[in-house]
């Protein structure tokens, strides 16, 4: 149960005064919560942070009231001028003008085409009122026009006067979510501190309560910023939250029996003998690894992390037929249906040889084929079931699932993770978790903490490097006319279409836009494929591109995941600058397979920020995966959110702030400190970080909790 001191904090927006259902659904957009559950409550709106604040500290008398100076001062309504009306007219292009007067002076308050009647109930003659604007000069007169804010003596008795500024959505207005915030403030608790005394001290941080309001009410403009003591206080409570929980996990995994799987090696034998290629240095190396994961009597949970290319897919088999060779039946998951046929096609010759039986089953399988395929699961009679999230459905179950395959797990959720393995009966499914963004140090700890880690740091033999170059969209010609010449070589292109985060159809309609543009430079074999396809409809153009049959493929960042056509060797990525470094590098890794020397071509609009010209320099430079990931957090943890839509890192509420792996390193420390001391959580600082979990909704640990 959460503890009842945080429950205020979970319940739903729509109880807040103002907030009907036309609002909650705005703000369920506007709230940024990992995950798919969507239902907006409180705690998701007070981890919605400023981007700015609006100094209204200015307070002068209206005589001292100077152009252009935004100011907030009291005064008395004195007149009312408006426009007069013919008929049922209620809005004229003649100005409104309310007059106003202090003991200092008289100024106006201009509206155009607003409703007089509204204008005069909020300012009756004769009462007090508070006004925040900006004065302009008119015709040698002060006037302001549209103030900011008309409040009463009460509503400016609540309102900041270093008032935050909410990056908003279409349709709702700051003052709105300005409303929903005050009432938000008395909600935050004070809670026990969970964070080390001297540790705070040391950083100069103020306890939770004192930082979480410090960021919704600023008292200085510097509170709201990424590297202020308040936001790396909560930056520091996400990460121990999240590390802790982790480590419980993973303590309690480890304590847990799993299957020992000692296959005999006859299908492994037949495998190896029938690759055309000899196993590179670290596939040899992450499979010893993991066989004897699988040897042992604890439950395997590892990740396999390799760029691409560099050879997951044959590992995924090898151990897969290690467990097969024993009898068990293995799942292996991909994020997409491509890549699930893709999985079943490149694997199908070689399970062949070595017997075994293949099954595929994604979201296509319908009626009488999925009907069929679930029976021959059940009778064991498939081996091995390639697959999508349509695993997961309760009807499909296995005769003896003993070993989970997840690919590219950073698009499969931790409930999945657990379907998944509850179909595996009491002993649970050995599971690896294969990766082809090179995640860094720090965030293994964060995002990984559970897993052992196997690495593939080879390329495999052949490999070779791609030319990378950085041109501005002014050139484009320049690079269509380069892009004839390889074409009539027998060259084959990707040309990735720029990722809009806020709106896939703007993102459609720039694909067929370049696609259209495209087929008027080159001919008819132009190929488009995007994510508002059908999936059969992508697969015939996936397929007509991967035969050779069309020089150009058009594509949505759909392709960014594993897709193998190794003639292709040109990448053209527009709007560059638009993407993450991850998404970036796993772009170009789609060219540099085959024979052709490759080339990619980092296509950006001027003018570039800093950090996008920091990427697309990294870019330039390097080839080296775990490199890409490590300045990809350095520039990230500068505050820098694009591109996260698919980057997977979409975990931190918080946390993205500057100096972030020193923190996520600190804490580390830390979880090793409070496991030591105090294994159970039962001190009042065990306690309070109990609380902690909770408030962070670290769902694993506080199932554990239950059980527990
Ligand atoms: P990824 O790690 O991106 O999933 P794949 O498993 O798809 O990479 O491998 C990419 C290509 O490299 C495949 O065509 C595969 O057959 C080939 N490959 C895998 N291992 C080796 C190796 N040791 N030597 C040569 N080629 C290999
Ligand atoms: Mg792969």
């Given at each position: 149960m959460r503890p009842s001191i945080l429950q205020p904090l979970f319940s739903d927006v729509d109880t807040l005064k103002g907030i009907g259902p036309r609002l909650r659904t705005l703000l369920t957009k506007l709230i940024d919560r990992p995950g798919e559950v969507k239902d907006p409550r409180k705690i998701d709106l007070l981890w919605h942070f400023p981007s700015g604040v609006v100094d209204r500290r200015n307070r002068p008398k209206i005589n001292d009231l100077k152009p252009g100076e935004l100011a907030t001062f009291d005064a008395t309504v004195l007149a009312h001028k408006g426009p007069k009306f013919k008929g049922k007219a209620r809005f004229s292009n003649a100005p409104y003008r309310v007059k106003l007067e202090d003991s200092t002076g008289e100024?106006?308050?201009?509206?155009?085409?607003?409703?007089?009647?509204?204008?005069?109930r909020q300012m009756p003659i004769g009462e007090i009122r508070y006004i925040s604007g900006r004065p302009e000069l008119y015709a040698d007169k002060l006037q302001i026009p549209h103030p900011d804010h008309i409040l009463t003596k009460e509503e400016f008795d609540n309102f900041p006067p270093l008032e935050p500024v909410y990056p908003l959505t279409q349709g709702l207005t700051s003052k709105t979510l300005q409303k929903a915030m005050s009432q938000l403030m008395p909600l935050i608790p004070a809670l026990d501190e969970w964070q080390n005394a001297e540790w705070l001290k040391k950083n100069n941080w103020p306890d939770f309560q004192t930082a979480l309001k410090s960021i919704h009410r600023p008292n200085e403009i510097e509170d709201i910023s990424a590297s202020s003591p308040a936001r790396q206080r909560l930056a520091y409570d996400e990460l121990l939250a999240k590390q802790l929980s982790l480590a419980l996990v993973r303590r309690e995994l480890r304590a847990k029996k799993g299957r020992s799987i000692k296959g005999t090696g006859a299908m492994r034998e037949k495998i190896i003998n029938a690759l055309p290629f000899s196993l590179t240095g670290s596939q040899s190396m992450a499979l010893s690894e993991i066989y004897a994961d699988l040897e042992s009597e604890n439950r395997m949970l590892r990740l396999l992390q390799g760029d691409v290319g560099s050879g997951k897919t044959i590992v995924a088999l090898l151990t897969a037929a290690a467990a097969i060779e024993n009898g068990h039946q293995v799942a292996l998951m991909a994020p997409t249906e491509v890549l699930a046929r893709q999985h079943l096609e490149s694997l199908e010759e070689l399970a062949g040889k070595a017997g075994i039986r293949l099954g595929l089953l994604t979201g296509r399988e319908k009626g009488k084929v999925r009907k069929q395929i679930l029976l021959a699961l059940k009778e064991g009679l498939i081996d091995c079931l390639i697959g999508t999230h349509a695993l997961f459905q309760s009807d499909v179950l296995f005769k003896e699932l003993a070993f989970a395959i997840i690919d590219e797990q950073h698009r499969f959720g931790v409930e999945q993770r657990l379907a998944l393995q509850a179909k595996a009966g009491p002993l649970g499914a050995e599971l690896l978790v294969m990766t082809a963004t090179p995640i860094p140090r720090t965030l293994l700890m964060t995002n990984y903490g559970d897993m052992d880690v196997s690495k593939l740091t080879e390329k495999p033999a052949g490999r070779k490097p791609v030319t990378s170059r950085v041109i501005p969209?002014?050139?484009?010609?320049?690079?269509?006319?380069?892009?004839?010449?390889?074409?009539?070589?027998?060259?084959?292109?990707?040309?990735v279409c720029p990722l809009v985060e806020t709106s896939e159809k703007i993102e459609l309609a720039a694909a067929e836009e370049r696609h259209a543009h495209l087929k008027q430079l080159f001919g008819d074999k132009i190929g488009l494929v995007h994510g508002q396809m059908k999936g059969e409809d992508k697969d015939k153009v996936m397929a007509q591109f991967a035969s050779g049959h069309l020089p150009i493929l058009v594509a949505t960042t759909v392709i960014e995941v594993g897709v193998n056509v190794p003639n292709a060797s040109i990448m053209v990525i527009e709007h560059s600058e638009r993407f993450g470094l991850s998404q970036l590098h796993q772009l170009r890794g789609r060219v540099g397979r085959g024979e052709r020397q490759s080339s990619c071509i980092f296509l950006y609009s001027s003018?570039?920020?800093?950090?996008?010209?920091a990427r697309l320099e990294t870019m330039r430079s390097t080839e080296d995966g775990f490199v890409i990931a490590e300045e990809d957090l350095k520039l990230r943890g500068g505050g820098e959110m694009l591109g996260?839509?698919?980057?997977?890192?979409?975990?931190?509420?918080?946390?993205?702030?500057?100096?972030?792996?020193?923190?996520?390193?600190?804490?580390?420390?830390?979880?090793?400190?409070?496991?030591?001391?105090?294994?159970?959580?039962?001190?009042?600082?065990?306690?309070?970080?109990?609380?902690?979990?909770?408030?962070?909704?670290?769902?694993?640990a506080i199932k554990l909790f239950r059980a527990g």
């Amino acid at each position: 149960m959460r503890p009842s001191i945080l429950q205020p904090l979970f319940s739903d927006v729509d109880t807040l005064k103002g907030i009907g259902p036309r609002l909650r659904t705005l703000l369920t957009k506007l709230i940024d919560r990992p995950g798919e559950v969507k239902d907006p409550r409180k705690i998701d709106l007070l981890w919605h942070f400023p981007s700015g604040v609006v100094d209204r500290r200015n307070r002068p008398k209206i005589n001292d009231l100077k152009p252009g100076e935004l100011a907030t001062f009291d005064a008395t309504v004195l007149a009312h001028k408006g426009p007069k009306f013919k008929g049922k007219a209620r809005f004229s292009n003649a100005p409104y003008r309310v007059k106003l007067e202090d003991s200092t002076g008289e100024i106006d308050l201009v509206f155009f085409r607003i409703d007089p009647r509204y204008i005069e109930r909020q300012m009756p003659i004769g009462e007090i009122r508070y006004i925040s604007g900006r004065p302009e000069l008119y015709a040698d007169k002060l006037q302001i026009p549209h103030p900011d804010h008309i409040l009463t003596k009460e509503e400016f008795d609540n309102f900041p006067p270093l008032e935050p500024v909410y990056p908003l959505t279409q349709g709702l207005t700051s003052k709105t979510l300005q409303k929903a915030m005050s009432q938000l403030m008395p909600l935050i608790p004070a809670l026990d501190e969970w964070q080390n005394a001297e540790w705070l001290k040391k950083n100069n941080w103020p306890d939770f309560q004192t930082a979480l309001k410090s960021i919704h009410r600023p008292n200085e403009i510097e509170d709201i910023s990424a590297s202020s003591p308040a936001r790396q206080r909560l930056a520091y409570d996400e990460l121990l939250a999240k590390q802790l929980s982790l480590a419980l996990v993973r303590r309690e995994l480890r304590a847990k029996k799993g299957r020992s799987i000692k296959g005999t090696g006859a299908m492994r034998e037949k495998i190896i003998n029938a690759l055309p290629f000899s196993l590179t240095g670290s596939q040899s190396m992450a499979l010893s690894e993991i066989y004897a994961d699988l040897e042992s009597e604890n439950r395997m949970l590892r990740l396999l992390q390799g760029d691409v290319g560099s050879g997951k897919t044959i590992v995924a088999l090898l151990t897969a037929a290690a467990a097969i060779e024993n009898g068990h039946q293995v799942a292996l998951m991909a994020p997409t249906e491509v890549l699930a046929r893709q999985h079943l096609e490149s694997l199908e010759e070689l399970a062949g040889k070595a017997g075994i039986r293949l099954g595929l089953l994604t979201g296509r399988e319908k009626g009488k084929v999925r009907k069929q395929i679930l029976l021959a699961l059940k009778e064991g009679l498939i081996d091995c079931l390639i697959g999508t999230h349509a695993l997961f459905q309760s009807d499909v179950l296995f005769k003896e699932l003993a070993f989970a395959i997840i690919d590219e797990q950073h698009r499969f959720g931790v409930e999945q993770r657990l379907a998944l393995q509850a179909k595996a009966g009491p002993l649970g499914a050995e599971l690896l978790v294969m990766t082809a963004t090179p995640i860094p140090r720090t965030l293994l700890m964060t995002n990984y903490g559970d897993m052992d880690v196997s690495k593939l740091t080879e390329k495999p033999a052949g490999r070779k490097p791609v030319t990378s170059r950085v041109i501005p969209i002014e050139r484009l010609e320049e690079v269509m006319s380069g892009l004839k010449r390889a074409i009539q070589e027998g060259a084959q292109a990707y040309w990735v279409c720029p990722l809009v985060e806020t709106s896939e159809k703007i993102e459609l309609a720039a694909a067929e836009e370049r696609h259209a543009h495209l087929k008027q430079l080159f001919g008819d074999k132009i190929g488009l494929v995007h994510g508002q396809m059908k999936g059969e409809d992508k697969d015939k153009v996936m397929a007509q591109f991967a035969s050779g049959h069309l020089p150009i493929l058009v594509a949505t960042t759909v392709i960014e995941v594993g897709v193998n056509v190794p003639n292709a060797s040109i990448m053209v990525i527009e709007h560059s600058e638009r993407f993450g470094l991850s998404q970036l590098h796993q772009l170009r890794g789609r060219v540099g397979r085959g024979e052709r020397q490759s080339s990619c071509i980092f296509l950006y609009s001027s003018p570039l920020g800093a950090t996008a010209k920091a990427r697309l320099e990294t870019m330039r430079s390097t080839e080296d995966g775990f490199v890409i990931a490590e300045e990809d957090l350095k520039l990230r943890g500068g505050g820098e959110m694009l591109g996260r839509r698919q980057s997977g890192e979409r975990d931190f509420r918080v946390a993205n702030v500057p100096g972030m792996q020193e923190l996520i390193t600190a804490a580390n420390d830390d979880v090793k400190l409070i496991l030591h001391s105090d294994p159970d959580l039962t001190s009042d600082r065990g306690r309070a970080l109990r609380k902690l979990i909770y408030l962070f909704e670290c769902d694993e640990a506080i199932k554990l909790f239950r059980a527990g």
